[in-house]
C-alpha cells in the first residue's frame, strides 16, 4: 500500500472510530444538545400531600423531549428542533418542584374541574345551588386555591401500538373539594408522537351532576426562552367571534363578531402589534389578551383551530381541538419576579396560553355550550399541540 492510500486508510479509521463511539452513547450531538435543555429529575422528587411527587422524560425520534410531572399532571418542558436543527424548550416553567409550589401556579398544568372562571363561584343545578372556592378576587378560577393544578395525582407510563411513549395522569377528586358536588374521576392522557406532537386526550365519570372543563395552561415563548418577548409570534384564530366580558373578565352572555377589531386574528398577525388601552377589551385584560373565542369548526379535529409562528426560530405550533373555545392569553399580568428554568424571568408578554376549552362561566350561561356533566356519562375532550419548522 503506498503513502497515500494508507493515508486515506487512517482517515477512515478514525470516521469510523468517531461514528462508532457516537453510536456507542446513544445520541447525536443534537440529541446531546437537547438533553442539556433537559430538567434533572432528581430536583422533582419529592412527597406532598403524603405522595410521591416525580418527573418524566418522554422522547421520540425526531429530535422531540417531553418532561412531565404529576404534580399538577403538568407539562415541564417541550425541546423541540428550530429551523436549523436547534433545540428549543417552547414552555415556560421551572427546574425544581419548589418553582412550581412557590411560583406561577399555572405554568404548565391540567387546570379545573371548572378550568376558566365561574362567577361568584355559584352555580344551580337541578334546583340545587352550589358555591365553590373563589381564588380570584371574586370569582372561582381554574378550579379554585387548589384546583387540579395543586394535587398528586398518579402516573403511568407506556407504549402504543405505533410505539409512540403515552404518560397517563389519573386523580379522583373527592365529592366537596373546592366546593364541587361529586366524585370525579378524572384521567388525562399525553401521547408523544412521532410528528412531533404532543396529543392530550382528557376522560371524566361523575357520581353527582357536576360542571366540568378540563384543559391544559402552558406559558409557549417560540424563541424558547422568556428573556425574549413572545408579542413577535404570528397568530392565527379560527374564530370569527369571542365572548365579551365585564371588568372582572366574567362573561357577559353576549358573543360579539370580531372582524376589524384588535381581536381579530382570522389573518396571522403579531401578537403585540395591537395593544391599545383606548380598547376596552384590551383594558379590560389588563392591557393585552385574556379572551374566549368562538371556534368556527368546533368538534373538527382536521382544521388548526388555531397557529402560531416565530420568524426567528422558525418553530410553526398548530393547534387541534373538538371543543367549542379557545382562551387566548399573551401574559399581560406576568411581572418579571418568577424565575424558571436555566435563569429566564418570566418578563411582562413573555409567554403566550392557548387553551382549549368551553366557554368560560358556563355553568351560568344559557346559551353558551353545556357544561355539566351527570351519572352514566363520559366527559371527553381532545386536543393536539403540532410542532414542525418552516
Known sequence: MDRKNKKNMKKLVLVVSALAMLSFAGCSPKESAADAL????????????????????VKNDNGMIVQFTNYGARVVSIIVPDINGEPKDVIWGFDSIEGYLTGDSFSGPIVGRYGNRINKGHFTIDSTEYQVDCNERTNHLHGGSKGL????????????????????????????????????????TYTVKNDNSLAISYDATTDKACP??????????????????????????????????????????????IAGTVLDFTTPTEVGSRYDMNVEAIAIAGGGYDHNFVLNHPGDMSLPCATMYE??????????????????YSG????????????????RYSGIAL?????????????????????????????????SVK
Open 38 to 57: 433537559a430538567v434533572d429529575s432528581a430536583k422533582f422528587e419529592s412527597v406532598i400531600d403524603g405522595k410521591e411527587v416525580h418527573l418524566y422524560t
Open 149 to 188: 393544578y395543586a394535587v398528586v395525582w398518579d402516573c403511568e407510563q407506556s407504549k402504543n401500538e405505533a410505539g409512540e411513549s403515552v404518560v397517563k395522569m389519573s386523580y379522583l377528586s373527592p365529592d366537596g373539594e373546592m366546593g364541587y358536588p361529586g366524585n370525579m374521576n378524572i384521567v388525562v
Open 212 to 257: 366540568v372543563n378540563l384543559t391544559f395552561h402552558p406559558y409557549l415563548n417560540l424563541h424558547g426562552t422568556s428573556e425574549k418577548s413572545s408579542d413577535s409570534h404570528l397568530l392565527f384564530i379560527d374564530a370569527d367571534s369571542y365572548t365579551p366580558t365585564d371588568t372582572l373578565l366574567i362573561p357577559t352572555g353576549e358573543i360579539a363578531p
Open 311 to 328: 420568524p426567528s426560530t422558525g418553530i410553526f405550533l398548530e393547534i387541534f381541538t373538538d371543543q367549542p373555545g379557545l382562551q387566548f
Open 332 to 347: 399581560p399580568a406576568m411581572n418579571g419576579t418568577d424565575v424558571g428554568k436555566r435563569g429566564d424571568i418570566h418578563h
Open 355 to 387: 387553551e382549549t376549552q368551553k366557554f368560560p362561566d358556563g355553568p351560568n350561561q344559557a346559551n353558551f355550550p353545556q357544561t355539566v356533566l351527570r351519572p352514566g356519562e363520559q366527559y371527553t375532550h381532545n386536543a393536539i399541540y403540532k410542532f
